[in-house]
């Protein structure tokens, strides 16, 4: 309706995905066993769907969900009308959600006038041009800090639920690779350090192109998508940090 009358909208835009981070995501997914197609050059959103249908009902559903939705770009508002690339759908305006309520009064504001016979469309566009620009920038803005407090948030209850585990074991998969050390998330989504200081039985090279960490004397590998059994290390709860370790090898 309102892209008919050619008005001024606050547009829900998440765009396509990064090519290194789509690169990432099929290495991790070959790591786990799958063979997903697609995730090169332009990527559509059914390869994605595809990957999460293979992936629905087995042990790597929650954790393939997860690296997934990290590997595309984090949405945003714009007065310009982009694609929305998950939808697959050219006119997206808005979700519902407590965070977007002023996104979502404009838009429903701009209707309830669009609709009334007395309103003409230009008095609407009139009065929505500049502030369509602003209100976008104004919505990303507050919407990433709402993100931020909500991740500081899940990190300090996980480390404080982690904190009563201390030296206990448990299996993981290897979620990102770094020339620091193995993230490593648990199936109860809680995500630890294996920091590369502490991975005393060889010297490990950080091979960027395979997303692994190679010994250069033993040939053993850690990569992107691997399982692997870690023990709980060390909590700091307020630093909210979660350190772990190799299970069952002398660090």
Not at 103 to 108: A, E, R, S
Not at 120 to 125: D, K, Q, R
Not at 133 to 140: M, T
């Amino acid at each position: 309706l309102l892209g008919d009358a050619h008005l001024p909208v606050l547009y829900r835009v998440p765009e396509q995905p990064d090519a290194q981070r789509m690169q990432e995501l099929a290495i991790f997914l070959n790591n786990l066993g799958y063979r997903p197609r697609g995730l090169r050059g332009e990527v559509k959103p059914r390869a994605l769907r595809a990957v999460l249908d293979a992936a629905h009902g087995t042990k790597h559903e929650a954790i393939v969900s997860r690296v997934l939705l990290r590997s595309l770009k984090k949405a945003r508002y714009s007065d310009d009308n982009y694609s929305h690339f998950r939808l697959a759908s050219t006119d997206y305006c808005h979700f519902t959600s407590p965070i977007r309520r002023c996104p979502d009064l404009m838009i429903h504001r701009q209707v309830a006038m669009l609709l009334d016979a007395d309103t003409e469309p230009i008095t609407v566009s009139d009065m929505y041009l500049d502030t369509c620009v602003s209100a976008a920038a104004q919505a990303s803005t507050c919407e990433r800090r709402a993100l931020e407090a909500e991740r500081a948030v899940e990190a300090l209850k996980m480390a404080e639920y982690m904190h009563a585990h201390i030296g206990e074991e448990f299996d993981g998969v290897i979620s990102g690779v770094t020339d620091f050390g193995l993230f490593v998330e648990l199936p109860n989504l809680v995500e630890g350090l294996v920091r590369m200081s502490d991975l005393h039985d060889d010297y490990y090279i950080h091979d960027k192109k395979s997303y692994a960490l190679y010994g250069r004397s033993s040939g053993r590998r850690y990569a992107l998508g691997d399982s692997i059994r870690i023990l709980v290390q060390a909590v700091d709860v307020p630093a909210r940090q979660i350190s772990f370790g190799l299970a069952g090898r002398a660090q």
